[in-house]
């Protein structure tokens, strides 16, 4: 238990030093926008290193995805591509010879609300930002390296059948922030760490939970939700 109790505390120490703040040298701004006008879908995959992630609603009345990246040396990739009605949006981060500080990039997306938006994202080390406000999504898949995540799902609500939603914490926390109300099942898995939800959900065996509003025939988010080091928090507002 010792050897594992060291090892978990040098992972925390290596994920403080990525999510600490840096402030140090000169940062590039890249910015986009790109029209989703008469698309009826919605792909954004993300393969992002060491940095951050911020993700917002875009206003109500405006039809385009913004994308900006601030950058130090490494310039990031952005691809945007229309096939027939669905719109590809692609970001990654270079690869990188230099320091990790060097290497970090900070993200900022704004995605409509009017569109039915499915997302993959691979996060390194860092600290992210997810505020899904109305945004309609269709599906969500995250897979966080080390660092800290903030998911915020309080204005969310299902807008389609089954809505899957799948988490995979590397090292660091996550904390996932929702209605009382969100209808939603959830499997959770763990390592070595801990998952805050149990308490307020209904147990339907085999590490499987509904919340309350749960109803087998209406519209839902289906979550999975695997855990390696670290915490996994599930915050009802």
């Known amino acids: 238990m010792g050897n594992l109790n060291n090892v978990f505390k040098k992972l925390v120490k290596f994920k403080d030093e990525f999510t600490e703040e840096d402030s140090s040298g000169i940062w590039e701004k890249f910015e986009k926008d790109f029209s989703v006008q008469e698309l009826n879908a919605l792909n954004v ?7 951050s992630l911020i993700i917002k609603q875009q206003n109500d ?7 900006i990246c601030e950058y ?35 993200w900022t997306i704004y995605l409509p609300t009017e569109i039915p938006t499915s997302l993959k994202l691979n996060l390194g080390a860092g600290s992210n930002e997810l505020d ?21 799902f309080t204005k969310q609500s299902p807008k389609h059948a089954r809505v899957p939603v799948e988490f995979e914490s590397g090292v660091g926390s996550m904390d996932i922030r929702l209605s009382e109300d969100l ?18 959900m209904v147990s339907i065996g085999n590490e499987q939970f509904t919340t309350k509003t749960f109803e087998k025939d209406e519209p839902y988010f289906d979550f999975s939700i695997s855990l390696g080091v670290g915490s996994i928090d599930w915050i009802t507002e």
Request: with cysteine.
């Open 45 to 51: 995959k993300g393969d992002l290193g060491a940095g």
């Open 132 to 152: 899904f406000g109305e945004i309609d999504l269709a599906g969500l898949e995250i897979h966080s390296g080390v660092g800290s995540c903030d998911i915020d």
């Open 72 to 106: 130090r040396k490494t310039m990031p990739n952005i691809e945007f591509n229309k096939i027939g009605d669905q719109g590809k949006l692609k970001l990654s981060q270079q690869s990188h010879t230099g320091t990790w500080k060097n290497a970090k990039q900070k």
């Open 183 to 200: 209808p939603a099942k959830v499997k959770c898995s763990k390592g070595i760490g801990s998952f805050s939800g149990r308490n307020n």
């Open 61 to 67: 009345d405006v039809d385009e995805v913004k994308v």
